[in-house]
């Protein structure tokens, strides 16, 4: 039985280097095969690359929203490349990018938001690579311009959208990944079985988003505890639950297979 972190950020300031190759007997003991680690901004973009030489980690590199006015100015097409480059296979996905009407209540600013996430889409066709989707209180606005421009895979990463905007997402043939925090938060909950357990991976969000509030830091090796508790609300066996999971993101990202 192994299971997949299909999206957390395992980088400064929150881990070190030597964290990490502390946390891999934990890794190891709780069966996890991969993480998809990732960098929101470019500024963790090295640190994320350096972790891609241990076999478990892939990575993804992201412009968050709230950054979208500086990714204005940068040449998206051209950072993108060097490390696809540099990472080749290693290289999973472009995100998290999206929309953040939580942190940005600005209209001019959430203007700026749409703008970026829209080259950004655009990019991500032309570059041929999957999107991974962060929306906060934004997400009719994301499904919409993603509807709009999107010819590539999309996952929603703690999608946290009302049953019409998940049924949406579903009709849109985009895939969820579910946070461990389900364990406290009802609607991730809510999401998972209106998703299905054929569209849903598991994630951590490191260092958000843990099981219980008393976890400061959260990281890959509590996967397995949103497993269990997707056994109860699925009922179904958690060979089965792992196996499914895995898979969805082996198939998502194209990692490769798991036996
Ligand atoms: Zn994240």
């Known amino acids: 039985m192994e299971w997949i972190d299909a999206h957390c950020h395992l980088h400064d300031p929150w881990f070190t280097h030597s964290d990490i190759s502390d946390l891999e007997s934990q890794f190891i003991e709780n069966n996890i095969k991969y993480i998809i680690n990732c960098a929101s901004e470019p500024k963790h973009y090295d640190f994320v690359t350096h972790t891609a030489k241990q076999d478990r980690f892939y990575i993804t590199l992201g412009i968050q929203p709230t950054i979208a006015l500086d990714a204005k100015h940068m040449n998206l097409l051209q950072m993108y490349g060097n490390y696809i480059d ?5 290289f999973v996905g472009i995100g998290e990018v999206g929309l953040d009407y939580y942190w940005v209540k600005d209209e001019k600013q959430r203007e700026i938001q749409r703008e970026v996430f829209t080259q950004i889409i ?3 066709n032309e570059l041929n690579q999957k999107l991974i ?4 209180k934004a997400e009719t606005d994301c499904l919409t311009l993603l509807e709009k421009y999107a010819q590539v895979p999309v996952l929603l990463h703690s999608f946290d959208g009302n049953l019409k905007e998940t049924e949406r997402a579903m009709d849109l043939g985009y895939k969820i990944s579910i946070p461990t925090n ?13 998703a299905g357990l054929e569209n849903i991976m598991l994630e951590t969000d490191s260092p958000f988003c843990a099981v219980s509030e008393d976890i400061k830091r959260n990281d890959p090796s509590q996967i397995p505890i949103a497993g269990k508790y997707l056994v109860k609300l699925f009922e179904l066996p958690i060979e089965e639950i792992s196996h499914r999971t895995t898979q969805n993101a082996v198939e998502y990202y194209k990692l ?3 036996t």
Do not use: E
């Open 86 to 90: 540099i990472l080749k296979d290693k």
């Open 122 to 124: 655009k990019l991500a």
């Open 133 to 136: 989707i962060h929306s906060r």
């Open 182 to 194: 389900l364990t406290i938060r009802k609607n991730r909950r809510k999401t998972a079985i209106r």
């Open 256 to 258: 490769s297979n798991i």
